[in-house]
């Protein structure tokens, strides 16, 4: 009873995750850069003025380096969507409030499913009945 309740995706990470996320996400060389989205309503104000819409709502659009994604997001909210050029990593929280959706590459995967400081579930399209959005 000593461990603090789990926060919804779009909150912080908790340290444990942090770290196993940031080992994950070496695989892909820190100068990787991650395109990012934030929901308008929780992004701080960066004075660019840029706004994508996504999903009927306003989301601001930034990039980060690997090595930056998850220490930004333990000082902020995580970012509601974040992917690579390669289409080696995408995430995206927005889709349920307390769960994280990761499309990885087969080796990053792996370190994900495999990593006893994670929650993973893997969905097999042919099996598994996705909301209609998850084609998107």
């Known amino acids: 009873m000593s461990a603090s309740p789990p926060e919804p995706s779009r909150g912080y990470i908790d340290p444990v995750t942090a770290q196993a996320v940031t ?3 070496h695989q892909l060389g820190p100068t990787t850069v991650l395109h990012c989205l934030r929901w308008a309503g929780y992004a701080p104000y960066n004075g660019s003025g840029r706004l994508m819409r996504r999903l009927n709502e306003d989301f ?3 990039d980060l380096p690997v090595s930056k ?3 930004s997001s333990r000082e ?5 969507f974040a992917n690579d050029d390669e289409g080696r990593f995408a995430w995206g929280t927005f889709l349920y409030p307390d769960s994280v959706i990761i499309a990885a590459d087969v080796d990053l995967y792996r370190h994900l499913v495999n990593d006893v400081r994670l929650d993973t579930v893997s969905i097999v399209h042919e099996r598994d009945t996705l909301p209609i959005s998850s084609g998107d």
């Open 23 to 25: 080992e994950a996400l």
């Open 76 to 80: 902020n909210r995580v970012p509601e």
């Open 60 to 62: 601001v659009p930034y």
């Open 69 to 71: 994604f998850v220490q």
